[in-house]
Nanobody
């Protein structure tokens, strides 16, 4: 069992930066790949980025590649998402998630945080 709690988020101007963090807890929290997903207003949840248990494998959605950076600290059981050059289309609820395997699909993730709002103004 893994519990996930996001922090950060908020309102930022277009072109600005924001950093999201997520703390994972539980006996085997370090055994999961960790990822970030987002749900824009009126749309379905979509993949943003994921990082493997050892941080060797990293994947990004094409829409955020070159602007977002995912990282993890296994000593603290945290995963972060640094978001730069933000655009209004990045607006949505961002979720931290844990996967025992390796996937970019929503349905393959086992545990989810409560979500945190990110709003980018023009």
């Amino acid at each position: 069992q893994v519990q996930l709690v996001e922090s950060g988020g908020g309102l930022v101007q277009s072109g600005g930066s924001l950093r999201l963090s997520c703390v994972a807890s539980g006996r085997y929290a370090g055994g999961y790949a960790l990822g970030w997903f987002r749900q824009p207003p009126g749309k379905e949840r979509e993949f943003v980025a994921t990082i493997s248990r050892t941080a060797v494998e990293i994947d990004y959605a094409d829409a955020v590649k070159g602007r977002f950076t995912i990282s993890r600290d296994n000593d603290k059981n945290t995963v972060s998402l640094q978001m730069n050059s933000l655009k209004p289309e990045d607006t949505g609820v961002y979720y931290c998630a844990a996967n025992f395997g390796w996937s970019t699909r929503v349905q393959d993730y086992d545990y989810w945080g409560q979500g945190i709002q990110v709003t980018v103004s023009s």
